[in-house]
């Protein structure tokens, strides 16, 4: 290195020793609300000739507002405040060269530009004219911001994972200090952690379906004299999560009367939103019906009585829920419902209604219920069905008529068995002469029977004889395959000779009209 950069290098340290300026260190802008503070963050620096004259107990700050004039200018004196300066202190130290600076009661009248004049005796006084700092009073605070943390690094998160909210403000000058408040709708328990000296809280928790949607406000407050001054920020959180609470509701109601409309509701609380299928119980398995989030009959009938299940169903799972569907109708006898006879006479009654019917038993209009000669027995079938039978021991000398009576709230069904019984002991009854009379009948009727077969034997032997029946002309008209016990009755209820009468055939018929024969010459 050459002699002259070395007396170069060493003029230059010793300008930066010897040779320090004037110049101060402040915010270009400052933002402070009204009824509050504001607070000017301020150090400065001297030639270093005027360092001895920089005591603590001569150094004097000065403020001046919107001009450099000391007198015109001036709002603030650090030693002598006068009538009309600005309410505040100065709470650096002047003497370390730090001339921070509180104005108190901040109103629109601190709107300005303020420049630092430091004075020290009577040979210190210096006005920093190149820096200041302008102050804007504002009327509401900025509202805070609130940031959503997640393991997965996206809005939406999952149940069960962990959830960090963040609530950040921008500080301004209070008294007391600005506070961060978290608050939910709809309102849930919180627990937060705070650090109030940055106005940072967090708020944090595992995610629940009881998170999703609600909406977290951060809430910042100032508190000054005559009322506070709040701002607040808001995030809502959407949490992802399984079908929860799924129930099947019945409209009008689960128990309807045959032939109304009914119509099956399946709701599910989930996110995203899930998919319904409908199914019901058929002979112990599960018979899918159809998908949505209703299932409507028009017009219902017995056979829809059974249990409803409806599945809900997302990509986070599934969840069901079931409900009986019971149709009301009026009894139905069954049409094999049936009396035998023995010794005794047995009947049986089914009936199938819902409500679950009554059975009842009328014998001759009047009801029927267990005695020495009747016993009456009821066996339940299900929940739908019931079957009474009658046994009967008593005789009666007249025909009687058994009724089946069954018997619910939304209606009545009948059956009619009619009997009829004879009575062995009845007045004036002979049963040696019913069966003599039984036995006279039947030999009356074999002997009419064989009577019958000779009479025909015999007409079928005088089919050549000319009288009766005489076919002249068109024989073959004439149904060859009449009867022959017919010609026969017609020839001798018939026997004379008569005129002969033409037919619409064409067949001339022959009739005699004398019942006594006659001789011929």
């Known amino acids: 290195m050459s002699v002259v950069e070395k007396i170069s290098i060493f003029i230059f340290l010793l300008q930066g020793v010897y040779c320090t300026q004037f110049k101060v260190s402040l915010p270009e802008k400052i933002e402070a609300l009204s009824g509050s503070c504001v607070i000017i963050n301020c150090t400065f620096?001297?030639?270093?000739?005027?360092?001895?004259?920089?005591?603590?107990?001569?150094?004097?700050?000065?403020?001046?507002?919107?001009?450099?004039?000391?007198?015109?200018?001036?709002?603030?004196?650090?030693?002598?405040?006068?009538?009309?300066?600005f309410n505040g202190k100065l709470t650096g130290k002047l003497h370390e060269k730090d001339c921070t600076t509180i104005f108190y009661d901040v109103s629109s009248n601190h709107n300005g530009k303020y420049y630092l004049r430091i004075m020290s005796g009577e040979d210190l006084k210096y006005t920093y004219k190149q820096s200041f700092s302008t102050i804007d009073v504002i009327e509401s605070p900025h509202k805070p911001r609130v940031q959503l943390y997640v393991a997965q690094d996206q809005e939406e998160v999952l149940e069960g994972s962990s959830v960090s909210l963040r609530c950040s403000a921008e500080t301004l000058c209070s008294s007391p200090p600005a506070t961060l408040t978290w608050s939910s709708t709809p309102r849930i328990p919180l627990s937060e952690s705070s650090r109030l000296q940055e106005l940072i809280s967090d708020l944090n928790f595992t995610a629940t379906h009881r998170e999703h949607g609600v909406t977290f406000t951060c809430t910042i407050t100032y508190q000054l004299q005559d009322k506070n001054k709040t701002a607040q920020d808001s995030i809502t959180v959407h949490v992802q999560y399984s079908p929860k609470n799924t129930a099947v509701s019945v409209a009008p109601s689960s128990s309807v009367l045959e032939g109304s409309s009914v119509t099956l509701i399946c709701s599910s609380d989930a996110n995203p939103a899930?998919?319904?299928?409908?199914?019901?119980?058929?002979?112990?398995?599960?018979?899918?019906?159809?998908?949505?989030?209703?299932?409507?009959?028009?017009?219902?009938?017995?056979?829809?009585?059974?249990?409803?299940?409806?599945?809900?169903?997302?990509?986070?799972?599934?969840?069901?829920?079931?409900?009986?569907?019971?149709?009301?109708?009026?009894?139905?006898?069954?049409?094999?419902?049936?009396?035998?006879?023995?010794?005794?006479?047995?009947?049986?009654?089914?009936?199938?209604?819902?409500?679950?019917?009554?059975?009842?038993?009328?014998?001759?209009?009047?009801?029927?219920?267990?005695?020495?000669?009747?016993?009456?027995?009821?066996?339940?079938?299900?929940?739908?069905?019931?079957?009474?039978?009658?046994?009967?021991?008593?005789?009666?000398?007249?025909?009687?008529?058994?009724?089946?009576?069954?018997?619910?709230?939304?209606?009545?069904?009948?059956?009619?068995?009619?009997?009829?019984?004879?009575?062995?002991?009845?007045?004036?009854?002979?049963?040696?002469?019913?069966?003599?009379?039984?036995?006279?009948?039947?030999?009356?009727?074999?002997?009419?029977?064989?009577?019958?077969?000779?009479?025909?034997?015999?007409?079928?032997?005088?089919?050549?004889?000319?009288?009766?029946?005489?076919?002249?002309?068109?024989?073959?008209?004439?149904?060859?395959?009449?009867?022959?016990?017919?010609?026969?009755?017609?020839?001798?209820?018939?026997?004379?000779?008569?005129?002969?009468?033409?037919?619409?055939?064409?067949?001339?018929?022959?009739?005699?009209?004398?019942?006594?024969?006659?001789?011929?010459?």
């Open 274 to 521: 899930v998919n319904y299928t409908w199914s019901r119980e058929s002979e112990g398995q599960l018979e899918q019906l159809q998908t949505g989030d209703t299932l409507t009959f028009n017009r219902t009938d017995p056979t829809h009585r059974g249990w409803y299940h409806c599945t809900a169903q997302n990509q986070h799972g599934a969840q069901n829920s079931s409900v009986k569907l019971d149709i009301q109708y009026a009894p139905q006898i069954s049409t094999s419902s049936s009396c035998s006879r023995t010794d005794v006479t047995v009947c049986f009654c089914e009936a199938d209604g819902n409500p679950s019917p009554e059975l009842e038993w009328h014998l001759s209009g009047r009801p029927v219920t267990n005695s020495s000669n009747t016993f009456i027995s009821e066996e339940r079938l299900s929940s739908t069905g019931l079957r009474s039978s009658i046994t009967l021991h008593q005789s009666l000398t007249h025909t009687s008529t058994l009724q089946c009576v069954s018997n619910n709230t939304r209606g009545t069904a009948r059956k009619l068995f009619h009997l009829v019984f004879i009575t062995e002991n009845a007045p004036g009854f002979n049963m040696y002469a019913l069966l003599i009379g039984i036995a006279v009948g039947a030999l009356f009727m074999a002997i009419l029977w064989v009577t019958t077969l000779l009479y025909k034997w015999f007409c079928r032997s005088q089919r050549g004889d000319k009288a009766g029946l005489i076919q002249t002309d068109g024989a073959d008209s004439v149904d060859s395959k009449r009867d022959s016990w017919s010609s026969c009755r017609l020839e001798t209820l018939l026997p004379s000779t008569g005129p002969t009468r033409h037919t619409e055939a064409g067949t001339t018929v022959q009739l005699r009209t004398n019942m006594v024969p006659k001789t011929h010459q």
């Open 45 to 85: 620096e001297i030639e270093k000739q005027y360092d001895q004259y920089l005591t603590e107990s001569d150094a004097t700050g000065l403020w001046l507002k919107d001009g450099m004039n000391q007198n015109g200018n001036q709002v603030f004196n650090s030693r002598n405040p006068k009538p009309g300066h």
